[in-house]
């Protein structure tokens, strides 16, 4: 997981309530055992129309998405998270997040920010906006500061660019020490042949 502290980047608009997992990601493509290439098929079904939102030219390489209320809502895929980060996002700015997609989200550094203001963001669409996980404010290029929360073992994880297992490793000398220590309380090589 990389290390988050600020982003900075042009904001994509998809200005829509309830967009759920399915629509971010359709389920013909959860066959796959892979967690890469799933960026490509983002909003599939939805791309195909040529006046969908994020083809619009002045969205191109947008780091940010300004998204409606109850973003992420739906089915717990993981997929619909790593689809949105494999397609070059790195925020999420919405109202409100389903509360699974928004715990996947940041499992994966995919910083989710909620703001009652996400609304007033739209206009920014096609521009650069700034998110800055050191001060938690969203910056406009005309100035404006918008304050948000973010727990703070979550903000320190996406800071530090720290997933669970890098969480855990951490902690491997004493993990180590603890099993030298101890004694397994099953025998694990009793099906040796």
Known sequence: MKALRTVTGVAAVLDRPDVDTDQIIPKQFLKRIERTGYGEFLFFDWAK??????????????????????????????????ALQQYGFDVVIAPSFGDIFRQNSLNIGLVPVRV????????????????DLEAMEIRTPDGRSIPFVLGEHERHCIMEGLDEIALTLR???????????????????????
């Open 116 to 131: 009652d203001e996400a609304r007033e963001l739209v206009a920014y669409g096609g521009r650069e906006l700034t998110v």
């Open 171 to 193: 902690h491997e000398d004493e993990i180590a020490a603890y099993e030298a220590r101890t004694e397994a309380p099953i025998d694990t090589l009793a099906l040796r042949s």
């Open 49 to 82: 129309d040529p006046g969908f939102e994020l083809r619009r030219p002045e969205y191109a390489g947008a780091k940010i998405l300004v998204a409606g209320r109850n973003f992420g809502c739906g089915s717990s895929r993981e997929h619909a998270a790593w």
